[in-house]
Structures are given as structure tokens and as C-alpha cells.
């Protein structure tokens, strides 16, 4: 990505978003343009500012990060969510991911880690760190969503298949399209294939389907 990443931060502690953006903004390519102190200010900001990236905390007064994320991803062209957790917060994290998170990225990470995910997401792939995954997953065991499973990873080509693979590691749209010598117009459509075969609604969703019936190990 030539052009810098435009952040916006949703975070109720100040401290914490203070040092947030005081991480991303010093990262070069990382423009933090717009905090808000809860979930209520990220559609504003949104609008307002036209972010590449939202980073929400889970848990917010008046609105959370999953319910600002689930009024996000209503509006077209919105950007993608990178939610920031705790290690034991399981409940928000299936809330999260149903809402249509990209990723989660837990709030002891390492800055360097933090900066991975947002270039991640920021460039269309997903992140799930790894402490978090064992628990998505069994999160989505115990309400699994419609239609995944073993079933329907057996009906992806297999040419689907590989980009899943690469989904899993959190492998951006253009990292794929190296990957597998194709152009990113294709990657996009055997994506939005994917989704649907799957039965899910964004990439997250997919790692989770995809880790869950042996294909993402």
C-alpha cells in the first residue's frame, strides 16, 4: 500500500487510546485520523473521515464494539474492523465476529504484532491471533455457523481451496495473487465464492469454518 493507512480508534480509556495512536501514528505508513471514546462516535468518524481501518475495543459504554461494528458494516463501502479483546473475553468474541469483525488483536500484544494486524486487515486480508483462535473456534463448534463444516469445504474447488489456505494465514488479496500467479480481481471473486459455499459473511468467519474442519492447520 503507497498511500498511508487512515486509522480511526475506538477505545472508553483515554490512556489507551493515547497509546494506541501514539504506536500507529509513529509507524510510518499509519495515519490515525479520528478517536472516539466510544462505539456512538465510529459511524460519525466514519463518515466524516473515510478510514482505510476501524480498531474497537470490545467493551464500551452506551455502544460496544460489536454493536458498532454490526451498524458499520451496514453502511456500503465500509471499512473493515480490527477488534481489540482480552484474553478471557469469550462471549464478545463470537459477538464480535457474527458483527463482521476482520480480526481481533488481543491488548497485551507487542506493538510490532498490533502493526501486523492493522496492515492485515487494512489491506483486505484477516487476523486471529493465535491465543485468541482455540476459543473462536470453540465459540463456533458450540453455535456453528449455517452451513459450515467438513460438507461444505468439500464443495470449494480447489483452486478455492489454496486461497483459503492463505486466508487462514492471514495473507492480504495481493499476497494471494502472487501466491498463486493470479490477478486481485480474481482472488476478490474466489473469495466472495468461498463466503458463500461457506455459508459466512467475511473472511474471519471463513478461518473459523475453515480451521474447524482441518483445512486452516
Avoid at 470490545?58 to 454490526?70: C, F, I, L
Avoid at 463501502?77 to 465476529?97: H, N, R, S, Y
Avoid at 481451496?161 to 494471494?176: F, P, Q
Wanted: aromatic residues 2%; charged residues 25%; neutral net charge.
Amino acid at each position: 500500500m503507497s498511500a498511508a493507512v487512515r486509522i480511526v480508534l475506538a477505545d472508553d480509556q483515554a490512556l489507551v487510546r493515547a497509546g494506541l495512536a501514539m504506536v500507529l501514528g509513529s509507524e510510518d505508513g499509519f495515519t490515525v485520523v479520528a478517536q472516539c471514546e466510544d462505539g456512538a462516535g465510529v459511524l460519525p468518524a466514519v463518515r466524516a473521515h473515510r478510514p482505510d481501518l476501524v480498531l474497537v475495543d470490545v467493551r464500551m459504554p452506551r455502544v460496544d464494539g460489536p454493536e458498532a461494528t454490526r451498524r458499520l458494516r451496514a453502511e456500503p463501502g465500509a471499512p473493515p474492523v480490527l477488534t481489540l479483546t482480552t484474553f478471557d473475553d469469550d462471549e464478545v468474541l463470537w459477538a464480535a465476529l457474527d458483527a463482521g469483525a476482520a480480526g481481533f488483536v488481543l491488548k497485551d500484544s507487542p506493538a510490532e504484532v498490533l502493526v501486523e494486524a492493522v496492515r492485515a486487515v487494512a489491506a483486505g486480508g484477516a487476523w486471529l491471533d493465535p491465543r485468541v483462535l482455540p476459543r473462536v473456534l470453540d465459540r463456533a463448534r458450540r453455535r456453528p455457523a449455517p452451513g459450515a463444516g467438513t460438507a461444505v469445504l468439500d464443495r470449494l474447488t480447489p483452486r478455492e481451496a489454496d486461497v483459503l489456505r492463505l486466508v487462514c494465514r492471514g495473507a492480504s488479496n495481493a499476497e494471494i495473487a502472487g501466491a498463486l500467479r493470479m490477478g486481485e480481481r480474481t482472488v476478490k471473486s474466489h473469495v466472495s465464492a468461498i463466503l458463500a459455499k461457506l455459508g459466512v459473511r467475511d473472511r474471519a468467519a471463513a478461518i473459523v469454518a475453515a480451521y474447524d474442519a482441518g483445512l486452516g492447520r
